[in-house]
């Protein structure tokens, strides 16, 4: 079926649930694909796919197509995800062990060794993440994980190429610094 | 990037060790930081959360009609900073404005009051006009004496 979003957005607008399966269908792994990129644990980025679109079902009628509808939602969901991480900041930091990480597929992938180096690399790259200012997480999540282009980026994010582009080179930079030990240092030979 | 500045990106990167190292490493920090992400995509299935988005939707639905009512009721946009300045500026002006009226001191007699007093050897005359009645009394004392004995 053919997905016209101006049509499913208005009909959304006058409070179609039913128009929000069609947003939801069309956006949902790109919704999780931040979250994920941002909290990195499962759980909390279900959670978070699950806040954006009831969020956005209620506050849809203030979308006045001014900007790109995907930017709006981006931007929804990035802001949702930074807010999640502050509130679990503040909370006691429970045992989630299982939650932790990608499932293997490969069965070489499923050695003890590997799993274990998996883990620990997910946990430094998150470790390292949370570390950054949230602008600069942003800016580095949309950049890397959604290959955003500068202009969709500043949409997103309400600010000026320019200002993507510092925040972009500073957290790159930041992160480097932070996972020294799994970037390649790109020397050659 | 256009296809001429690619052109001229990749002729450059043939030549330049130092900006080859800086993109492998680029290249190396956006594998660490993406490739977790698309493999836990792959792996979730996300329809089911829908059915949680859409049982939340659907009971907000139900309390709309209640809400309508409480929102029938609700004083909060009346604390606005916006509106809540110049209603009690509009409401001191009233206060100020009507004070003088609702205070206003009032004769114990109104409408009647004394026009003239005359005094002579043999009588006192006092005259008074009714307001209202549109009435004239002309009070006569017998006497100087008799006055001061009735005040």
Same mark, same amino acid.
Not at chain 1, 122 to 150: C, H, N, T, W
Not at chain 1, 167 to 182: S, T
Not at chain 2, 4 to 27: K, N, Y
């Given at each position: 079926?053919?997905?016209?979003? !101006?049509?499913? +957005? /208005?009909?959304?607008?006058?409070?179609?649930?039913? !128009?929000?399966?069609? +947003?939801?269908?069309?956006?949902?792994? =790109?919704?999780?694909?931040?979250? @994920?990129?941002?909290?990195?644990?499962?759980?909390?980025?279900?959670?978070?796919?699950?806040?954006? &679109?009831?969020?956005? &079902?209620?506050? +849809?009628?203030?979308?006045?197509?001014? /900007?790109?509808? @995907?930017?709006?939602?981006?931007?929804?969901?990035?802001?949702? !995800?930074?807010?999640?991480?502050? =509130?679990? =900041?503040?909370?006691?930091?429970?045992?989630?062990?299982?939650?932790?990480?990608?499932?293997?597929?490969?069965?070489?992938?499923?050695?003890?060794?590997?799993?274990?180096?998996?883990?620990?690399?997910?946990?430094?790259?998150?470790? !390292?993440?949370?570390?950054?200012?949230?602008?600069?997480?942003?800016?580095?999540? &949309?950049?890397?994980?959604?290959?955003?282009? @500068?202009?969709?980026?500043?949409?997103?994010?309400?600010? /000026?190429?320019?200002?993507?582009?510092?925040?972009?080179?500073?957290?790159?930079? =930041? +992160?480097?610094?932070?996972?020294?030990?799994?970037?390649?240092?790109?020397?050659?030979? | 990037?256009?296809?001429?500045?690619?052109?001229?990106?990749?002729?450059?990167?043939?030549?330049?060790?130092?900006?080859?190292?800086?993109?492998?490493?680029?290249?190396?920090?956006?594998?660490?930081?993406?490739?977790?992400?698309?493999?836990?995509?792959?792996?979730?299935?996300?329809?089911?959360?829908?059915?949680?988005?859409?049982?939340?939707?659907?009971?907000?639905?139900?309390?709309?009609?209640?809400?309508?009512?409480?929102?029938? %009721?609700?004083? $909060?946009?009346?604390?606005?900073?916006?509106?809540?300045?110049?209603?009690?500026?509009? $409401?001191?002006?009233?206060?100020?404005?009507?004070?003088?009226?609702? %205070?206003?001191?009032?004769?114990?007699?109104?409408?009647?009051?004394?026009?003239?007093?005359?005094?002579?050897? $043999?009588?006192?005359?006092?005259?008074?006009?009714?307001?209202?009645?549109?009435?004239?009394?002309?009070?006569? %004392?017998?006497?100087?004496?008799?006055?001061?004995? $009735?005040?």
């Amino acid at each position: 079926m053919d997905y016209d979003e !101006a049509e499913v +957005i /208005s009909r959304c607008q006058q409070g179609d649930a039913d !128009a929000l399966k069609g +947003i939801f269908d069309q956006y949902h792994k =790109k919704v999780y694909r931040i979250a @994920y990129g941002v909290v990195r644990q499962r759980e909390d980025a279900l959670d978070i796919v699950q806040e954006v &679109f009831i969020k956005l &079902f209620r506050s +849809i009628k203030k979308f006045k197509g001014r /900007s790109h509808f @995907y930017t709006y939602l981006y931007r929804m969901t990035m802001n949702t !995800a930074i807010d999640h991480t502050r =509130k679990m =900041k503040r909370q006691p930091p429970l045992n989630r062990e299982e939650d932790r990480g990608v499932q293997l597929s490969d069965d070489a992938e499923k050695r003890p060794d590997r799993i274990l180096a998996h883990k620990e690399l997910e946990e430094r790259v998150k470790l !390292a993440m949370d570390k950054l200012p949230p602008e600069q997480k942003a800016a580095l999540i &949309f950049r890397e994980v959604e290959g955003l282009s @500068y202009q969709e980026m500043a949409e997103a994010m309400g600010c /000026s190429i320019g200002t993507v582009m510092s925040r972009l080179h500073y957290g790159r930079k =930041k +992160i480097q610094e932070l996972l020294k030990d799994y970037v390649l240092e790109g020397k050659e030979g | 990037m256009t296809d001429p500045e690619r052109v001229l990106v990749e002729g450059h990167l043939l030549e330049c060790p130092t900006c080859r190292d800086a993109l492998r490493s680029m290249e190396s920090l956006r594998n660490l930081i993406k490739s977790p992400v698309e493999a836990a995509v792959e792996k979730e299935e996300l329809p089911w959360v829908w059915q949680k988005i859409e049982r939340e939707i659907r009971s907000e639905e139900k309390l709309s009609w209640w809400k309508g009512i409480w929102d029938w %009721f609700d004083v $909060t946009p009346l604390l606005r900073k916006r509106v809540l300045i110049p209603a009690v500026a509009v $409401t001191v002006l009233l206060i100020l404005l009507t004070a003088p009226l609702l %205070f206003k001191k009032t004769s114990s007699y109104p409408g009647q009051s004394v026009v003239e007093y005359v005094e002579s050897q $043999t009588y006192n005359v006092m005259i008074y006009e009714t307001e209202n009645a549109k009435m004239t009394v002309i009070w006569l %004392f017998e006497g100087p004496d008799q006055e001061r004995s $009735t005040s």
